[in-house]
């Protein structure tokens, strides 16, 4: 940490770093026998709470989290 890089990595590799700015990354929704995959309350908790300042989302289409998440961005607005 405070190294001065990037770091790329899933959410569960993330977890027990901060950053100043932390880009989010959903893809669609892909259906899966394994129970590896984290819930959206999962996801976005992780997400916000790694991102000392700045949280950046980017969608690739995932309908389900963005109905959810247009919610909470009309409340920061």
Do not use: A
Not at 48 to 64: A, D, H, K, M, S
């Amino acid at each position: 940490m405070n190294s001065g890089t990037l770091k790329i990595s899933t959410i569960n590799s993330f977890k027990g770093w901060e950053s100043e700015v932390v880009f989010l990354i959903l893809e669609p929704k892909y259906e899966s026998s394994t129970s590896f995959n984290l819930s959206f309350d999962e996801l976005l908790y992780t997400g916000l709470t790694r991102c000392r300042r700045n949280l950046i989302v980017i969608n690739f289409g995932n309908q389900e989290y963005d109905l959810k998440m247009r919610p909470l961005i009309e409340r920061i607005k």
